[in-house]
């Protein structure tokens, strides 16, 4: 018997020898809602709105800094991101600028009327329920997120699905038949991000991931996506650990990264990949 084909042949038997690097400086993250959130989710519990600039203060066009713009909020207690009082100010401020709209479980009347604004569509996907509960506080199950990116697919031009791993306290789950419902819905990327421990939410003290079962899911998804690009997000823990997960992510076959770490763009060119940066969201 012949040996079984790795990530790395998978990637090059695939696509060309490229590593997509993103380095985000030019993409501005705008809240919707400021830093309120209903939901205070265990991974995030609002800290991350923090650090976005608020759509309140924005009044012209002239007072967005980035040639793209990432808009998201906090999510009200079904799931959404009530972003449909706010389509009309966010239109006056596009000007020549791409959005990339992050807002969670949208009706199909929201979503038609968010679609001919946004030029993509990030969507958090979930393949297990008892996260959807334990972790987002929703009373909503993995077919609830199903049917959205559907009817996100149906109207909007570009959906570009997330996973995060270890998302249900740091423990691997539902993440495998997340890929698997997707691969059956179908997708035209696919991005990867890592729980990070975040002080001040319910698993300030959880750890992240084992470093191995990251690595191992990564090699599965590449195996069962072997034609879909993927995307190593920009959310992943730092230190050690993203050094480690960032090589490996090359040696898997990982097609994108987020501000990779030095030594991961050195083993991409060793292994023979040109480097193509962009400052702009990983999705734009």
């Known amino acids: 018997m012949g040996s079984a084909v790795t990530p790395w042949q998978i990637r ?11 380095r985000p400086y030019d993409t501005e993250s705008i809240s919707v809602t400021g830093t309120c959130c209903a939901l205070k989710c265990a991974h995030c519990g609002g800290h991350y709105l923090c650090k976005m600039t608020d759509l309140a ?28 009082p706010y389509l009309e100010s966010l239109k006056n401020i596009k000007g020549n600028r791409r959005y990339n709209f992050h807002t969670g ?32 506080k929703l009373n909503k199950t993995v077919e609830d997120y199903a049917n959205c990116y559907k009817m996100l697919r149906k109207y909007c031009a570009h959906v570009a ?49 084992a470093l191995e ?11 069962e996506l072997p034609r879909i690009p993927l995307t190593l997000g920009c959310m992943r823990p730092g230190g050690k650990y993203r050094a480690a ?23 991409a060119e060793e292994l023979g990949l040109t480097i193509k940066e962009n400052k702009e969201c990983c999705v734009l």
């Not at 090059?12 to 993103?22: C, D």
């Not at 038609?112 to 393949?127: E, M, R, T």
């Not at 035209?188 to 991931?209: D, G, R, S, W």
């Not at 997960?245 to 030594?263: M, S, T, Y």
């Open 57 to 84: 203060a924005i009044k012209t066009q002239e007072d967005v800094k980035g040639t793209s713009c990432l808009i998201s909020g906090g999510c009200d207690r079904s799931g959404k991101v009530q972003i449909m």
């Open 161 to 209: 699905p997330h996973i995060c791993i270890g998302l249900h306290g740091g423990k691997i789950g539902g993440e495998y038949e997340a890929v698997k419902v997707l691969k059956k819905l179908g997708l035209e990327q696919l991005i990867f991000i890592v729980l990070i421990p975040t002080p001040e939410t319910e698993y300030a003290k959880v750890e992240p991931p």
């Open 12 to 22: 090059q038997e695939n696509f060309a020898p490229t590593l997509f690097i993103s």
């Open 105 to 136: 479980l949208l009706s199909e009347i929201e979503i038609k009327a968010l679609a001919p604004l946004a030029d993509v569509v990030s969507f958090d996907f979930l393949g297990d329920t008892d996260t959807i509960k334990d972790t987002l």
């Open 245 to 267: 997960l960032d090589v490996a992510a090359v040696e898997c076959g990982i097609n994108g990264i987020v501000q990779p770490v030095r030594a991961a763009v050195k083993k």
């Open 213 to 223: 079962e990251v690595i191992k899911f990564l090699t599965w998804a590449r195996q």
